[in-house]
């Protein structure tokens, strides 16, 4: 004995009680059953394969931007502004990075302000340092004219 497969239909006969019995047998049945599930398996195979791969694929490219921006934000939260201009793509991260670049261009301008502001400062405590000793020097040499003229009186008379 070989393998084979086999069929049996039964058809009523129109005019009388009996039916007919018709028996198909195919030793090549099995196979080419064999075939098509063999097919079938490696078409799955391909497909979940493909798939895989283009997960795997758009994971990565996904996660390298994640990365960029994750390490643009660390440089900016230890007062590094110099970051990458943009990452690519045209969805919420992108937008994400765009607003970190204002927050960033917003933070140099302040800072900006902020150190012209302490220039400023420092000038005016200068200037004052030195308004103070040009009014203590002006009061020792009125107190060295007084001085002088309270000397000077007694020798007059």
Sequence with gaps: GEDA????QTMPACSSQDSIHIV?????AL???QKVKLSFLLAGIFSLSISGLLILLYTRYFSTRIQTLRLAMKKVAHNDYEIVNSIQGDDELTAVFSDLKTTVEKL???EAQIYETQIRQQMIRIKVMKLRRTVQQILRMMRTLQMAEIMEIPQQK
């Design 5 to 8: 497969i086999a069929s049996v």
């Design 24 to 28: 198909a047998s195919s030793r090549d």
């Design 31 to 33: 196979s080419y059953i």
């Design 108 to 110: 140099k301008r302040n």
